[in-house]
């Protein structure tokens, strides 16, 4: 267990790098120096998202005009798996500060300027995501956020999961609204408060313990009294519409960058092989048709994987270009993305776990050697996978292509709610709380 | 000999087939209950391996005119793959003893059954030097016995992946018996020795991320000294049918069957008692989810395909033993290749699909669960599925018989 | 009684295990050697029908008691699946005829017995007529005997796909024997009627895109008179454990492993005299390529897993019928379940293969080689195999075991 | 075996209907009605292909300016699919078509003029293929081109598999180029003859007989003292330099086209299925999760195939948009394009098939009769993947990845030939032979 923080490299007036000015194939190369040692020690891959940080990898999405990437949502998952297929923790780290962003952008394009957002994603300030509880209702968290006398809140509660917290400045959490004179719990409306990690109250440890993905930063933040304004305290309701997609679509970028990582091992170990068997096809095993036609395989997986998920990027990149729509439309456009990614997802899993497992036929027992780690892909995939079960996701998409039957609002993993009507909030002033 | 390693019994019990699947589901159980732990510290399995001697279990192969069980290769079979069920990598350690009682039986001279075959009885072991790491291909052998006169020779070499070495009594080594005249090219044989004899040294330096506690070490052999009573002629095994490769390989499948079938087990199990139904499955427990049901039933009928495609190479290898032609013995090596290779596909699938029923919380490191995944792809590494599916292939296609070595 | 359709004997011969392989062996390379024209042209099999009649494959069952062979249902599992090798449709038509025999054997008087086993050892064939069209469900069933004084009833509904009733000497027709109080209520029997009886046509209306010349036609059943004495009780079968479903499941899944095999053995054939290498593989002839034997050495390990599956199947039934309960029961039914299951994934997937392996030239319409695939892909859906999965995983995942009815 | 021939439906002058204002699901769906009876029948879509002409169809590459469609491939490639989905014999009836618009519109990119064969194609002409012949050497075919006095050539000899060209006005004849006083066969090079199918020289016979896409006027064709004007006699060597993953793009269209409609069949059957087994999950088929499972499978399987192959039409529209580039460029385009086909198809092949044999599984015994040709989806797949077999492009793929290894230089199906280089034709005056 861990308990470090990764503090902010800087003040918001020393900015980061012009993320447009970045040569994201330098990042990358020095981000997988030290991956394998990282994931044979058990370490966090700290120095990388500072790196990222101070490179304006979080700033990928938002405008040129604000001194952002300016970046869309398919060039962002092309970028999500070259950095997966590098280290496969860190845009899964980073994926509860896209959706920030994310939500951001959408709000300024539709009611209300957010530009102090986009200057804080500029100077390189991180935002991990604090949204699971254990074992309470998804419409009732226990994690509460109270009025204060002078219109700001007091938050309290601890949260489980919170994938990229320990690494940020700000983190992006899911509390219920005590309303004094309203003493039913379950009538208390939630909100999202964006709160900033560095207040003293916030506390996070790494006690993530899965078998894969041992990088990402999942573990539990503690808020104790900690102080949020107003202008922090954001209705639920008020979420960027296209958070389920988003999110499934950073776990297909994931899992599409970690084939592409066994595809490179594989294809770097079957180059130095130099031990065949006696009866094998070929002296030289990178002659041997049986490991081209198991690697051709694996190449073939994550072409298919790439293509599926760049096509749905393309579909999430429609709700994100519609922000002005009306509702309907709106409806329609995320009901086609998580559509989409649900059908990516059916394919994608079982192309990659295939990969991972399967690229060790190409090699002999050497390759099991515990320093090699080549285990990590399939323990990576496989973590991945199951936050989207395959089995769940074909019926979905089985039960929309023959009933129509629209996708589970599903919120974050594993829970459901209610339908937003877009109508409402967009005639709001503002995401004041 | 070690006391430490030795049961402090005279003679283990002789047992029955029925007796020895009684006894190998027991113990089986017991592993099962600790395996987590072994694997997750890399426990090395003394004690497992004094219980399964002192058992009986590892004699079940002595021929009966020295006494011993003489059960058939169906039975050991079964008894592989139900221990493998428990613990694959305490399962897979006495492998190689087998082979050696298999070959003694096949290449020993009647004094050296006599000897070994009352030490087998007496609870002894015997671990494999055998392959060497480094040199060309998996038959390119450079240890060497060299004539040191007066019908003694000296043993020089060294060995990789020597499961089961640590814990032996005696280490058969593979090695080519020289003349002075041209070294390295001598056919080769079996050199008998004592673990702890002088010139032997085992490190345990296996660090694979599955079979974990195999102790499958570095064998270093630095002049040791061998009696001409202590060689077998290796080389003579392949110069007719045989079913010693046959044999070696249905040990092999017996363990990733075995490894198929505990992960199998363990996904019913947390399906049953752990696993939260997904939302919107409109079902109470994970269990009444149909599609889950579908994922076990389709695991449950590669897993019985592999059993099936096991017994019957088992007894392929039994009706070859006891009619050996090249026909017989070839069925024997083919019926094999068959339920390695789907063995191999079965149990790297089924302890992959294990978190697919089985949902989010089945990745907790706590619970190791990936340990069968880690074992299915290591141990299916041991040497390849694909030359097992070549064979058949082959067989297929021109009615090619497979080759006679000690691969398959 | 037709003369066209029974053969001139006064009695077939009474075969043994080995006699009954070696005529099915025979007459199976016959059917092969002609297979391709007979789905091609849709000729239906009346002569090769009447070959199986007079070799005696048809009476292995007849209960030595009554002078019959009373093989076991893994001689007769066996036969089904060589016979499927050479033509799974001409295979498929005696399946109803064995199923009636088995449900005498299970139901009929001590009359019934000696009347019909006698006509079987004479050569006679029993039809199908148990599916009805446009129903619910499988299990609901509007035929009726309605009661007409005298001991006497009268039969009427009709019957679908009921394959082997356009060559069958008798029929049994399964309905629901009605009291007038109730009509459409009361308990499903057999009731036997002769093929030309009166008020019995049988249409040939199968049109399905494989398995196209197994008769399987339309029954209609105007007021046929039945005697008391040709009624057998259906529903007594199952109110206790029964092997009847597992019986009639295990040929189906023969006919499916003989399709496998049969196509795999066509492939092979066809890469080894006919199909050129690709350019660029290095080889001279197709059967080198190494990437082409792999392809057919997987298919071969698929197609023996089946067949290993289906005498693990057919030993599960025997061993049911000879001890009788229902864990005995439940366990043939789960053995049969899984072959299948497996039967039918491997039976479409070696048949589609077989043009991976074969290449552009095996997709000539005059070759006829997608017939493989359309018979299998057809007889895979007689009741679908995604149910026999679900029963393996209810059993694997909470012990539960299958229903108790004729599907398994 | 059917002896028809479509005749052209106008003179040059009275033009089709311009594509950009073709409305093409009117024309797709007017094309779907007649086709299940086609394939029951064994009939040629002779009336969809005269649809085809008179809508423009086979003039959509051919540039705006010059009265075509103007798409790209990726446009291409997407109506393929669609087509394919309705009737998939006619993109593959097309695939001749398409190569000889494609080379016209390299060679006047690059060279010269070919507004009089872009004309041909806005007027609705189509060309077919005449490249295979039986037993020959793929360098030296045994149909000949042989000067005449006035410069012009006459042709004779016999082609097989000439897809198309029964339905078409041109065909575009690979043919030795006998020369007077060269006596050596071996010698003489080779030629692509752009044949009138009108002269009456000219036979085709529908003699096609494979049992999937019976429908594709594969047929023999053969030339009886053809007269060739000069400037339609272009050297082999001058051929697009794409025209292999330009096929293997067809094939694939093709293939993804025939999933959808297997997709399309399977939902309306389980939509229409009434009778479920008295033990099955659900009262109505249409709710049963393994059902829906299943549907949910072939869809994913759908969109995956989509996505790879959309994304191959990028690799090769990248080649076609570089006609200028140097020679080592347009090689690199070229190798690029041929192993993205190669390892799509990889993945692309096992996916269709899988659905179009999986998809019974939703279904009951009544789905394998006759009259529905359910089958047919299975067996036009697995036609189209023979020509693409999975096993030798998963090994071209590996040995690529592995060792760099370039592409078979496959210019037909099944043959391989010497790499061209462009420097040399780029030197060259034109086209004439």
């Known amino acids: ?433 | 000999m070690s006391a430490a390693v030795v049961p402090e019994v005279e003679a283990v019990p002789v047992l029955s087939h029925d007796e020895a699947i009684a006894v190998a589901t027991e113990i089986a159980a017991d592993l099962a209950a600790t395996s987590l732990e072994r694997d997750r510290d890399r426990l090395l399995p003394g004690r497992e391996l004094d219980r399964l001697s002192a058992s009986g279990l590892l004699a079940v192969t002595v021929p009966t005119e020295h006494g011993g069980a003489g059960l058939p290769v169906e039975t050991l079979a079964e008894v592989f793959r139900i221990l493998a069920t428990g613990d694959p990598s305490v399962a897979q350690v006495p492998h190689s003893h087998f082979v050696y009682v298999n070959a003694l039986r096949h290449q020993g001279t009647r004094e050296q059954k006599w000897f070994f075959f009352r030490e087998v009885l007496a609870g002894r072991r015997f671990g494999n030097a055998q392959s060497e790491v480094g040199t060309r291909h998996v038959r390119d052998i450079r240890t060497t016995l060299t004539p040191a006169g007066h019908g003694r020779w000296t043993l020089t070499g060294t060995k990789g992946y020597s499961t089961g070495a640590l814990f032996a009594d005696w280490i058969p080594v593979l090695a080519r018996q020289d003349t002075l005249a041209a070294p390295g090219t001598g056919p080769l044989h079996v050199a008998w020795v004592e673990r702890h004899a002088p010139g032997v040294s085992v490190t345990d330096d296996w660090d694979g991320m599955g079979q974990r506690t195999t102790a499958s070490g570095t064998v270093r052999l630095d002049q040791v000294e061998v009696t001409a009573d202590r060689i077998t002629p290796y080389y003579l095994t392949f110069e007719g049918p045989q079913t010693y490769g046959a044999f070696a390989q249905v040990l092999h499948a017996a363990l990733d069957v075995g490894i198929a079938r505990a992960a199998l087990t363990e996904a019913a199990a947390f399906v049953r008692t752990k696993s939260r139904p997904y939302p919107d499955a409109g079902v109470d427990r994970a269990a009444d989810d149909p599609l889950v049901v579908q994922a076990l039933g389709e695991m449950e009928l590669d897993v019985r395909a592999s059993e099936a495609l096991l017994r019957e190479a088992a007894r392929a290898v039994d009706a070859a033993d006891a009619d050996l032609t090249a026909d017989s013995a070839a069925a024997a090596s083919l019926a094999v290749a068959a339920v390695r290779a789907h063995s191999a596909r079965v149990s790297v699938e089924v302890s992959s699909r294990l978190f697919e029923v089985s949902g989010t919380r089945s990745a907790l490191d706590s619970l190791n669960l990936d340990r069968h995944w880690r074992n299915a792809r290591t141990h299916t590494l041991h040497d390849p599925a694909a030359w097992k599916v070549q064979h058949l292939g082959r067989y297929v296609v021109d009615g090619t018989p497979p080759p006679n070595h000690g691969q398959l």
């Open chain 1, 1 to 433: 267990m861990t308990t470090l923080r990764v503090r902010p490299t800087r003040s918001r007036d020393d900015s980061a790098t012009d993320p447009r000015s970045t040569d994201w194939g330098a990042v990358l190369a020095s981000i997988s120096e030290g991956a394998l040692q990282r994931e044979v020690d058990g370490q966090l891959p700290v120095e990388a998202v500072q790196l990222l940080k101070s490179k304006g990898f979080g700033a990928l999405r938002v405008p040129s005009a604000h001194g952002g990437g300016g970046l869309d949502l398919v060039g962002l998952a092309r970028l999500w798996i070259e950095l997966a297929a590098v280290d496969a923790n860190l845009p899964q780290a980073y994926r509860g500060h896209f959706a920030l962003v994310e939500d951001r952008l959408w709000h300024h394009a539709r009611t209300s300027d957010q530009r102090v957002w986009f200057d804080r994603f500029v100077a390189g300030e991180m935002a991990g995501n604090a949204w699971s509880e254990v074992g309470s209702d998804i419409d009732l968290p226990r994690t509460v956020l109270r009025p204060r006398a002078d219109g700001s809140y007091r938050l309290d509660g601890t949260k489980y999961y919170t994938t990229g917290t320990i690494f940020a400045e700000w983190t992006d959490v899911h509390a219920r609204l005590s309303r004094p004179g309203h003493p039913d719990e379950v009538e208390d409306p939630t909100a999202i408060a964006l709160v900033d990690t560095r207040d003293p109250g916030v506390r996070t440890i790494d006690d993530w313990n899965g078998f894969g993905q041992k990088g990402t930063g999942s573990g539990t933040t503690t808020f104790d009294n900690v102080g949020v304004p107003a202008e922090h305290v954001l209705p639920f309701e008020d979420r960027f519409p296209y958070q389920t997609a988003f999110y499934q679509l950073n776990l297909l970028a994931t899992l599409t960058g970690i084939a592409r990582a066994a595809l490179r091992d594989v294809v770097e170990a079957v180059q130095k092989r130099t031990r065949n068997f006696s009866h094998a096809n070929a002296p030289r095993v990178r002659d041997d048709a049986q490991v081209l036609a198991l690697v051709g395989g694996i190449a073939a997986a994550v072409y298919a994987a790439e293509a599926a998920t760049l096509r749905v990027a393309g579909s999430v990149q429609a709700v994100a270009d519609a922000p002005l729509a009306g509702a309907d439309e709106i409806a329609a456009l995320v009901e086609a993305s998580e559509i989409e990614s649900s059908t990516a997802q059916v394919v994608v899993s079982e192309l990659v776990l295939r990969a991972t497992s399967d690229l060790f036929d190409a090699l002999g027992a050497s390759a099991t050697a515990r320093p090699l780690a080549l285990d990590r892909h399939w323990r990576n995939a496989r973590t991945v996978a199951s936050h989207n079960p395959r089995i769940l996701k074909a019926r979905v998409v089985g039960a929309h292509a023959v009933n129509g039957t629209p996708p589970p609002y599903a919120w974050s993993v594993g829970g459901t709610r209610r339908r937003q009507d877009w109508d409402d909030t967009r005639a709001r002033a503002g995401d004041a709380g």
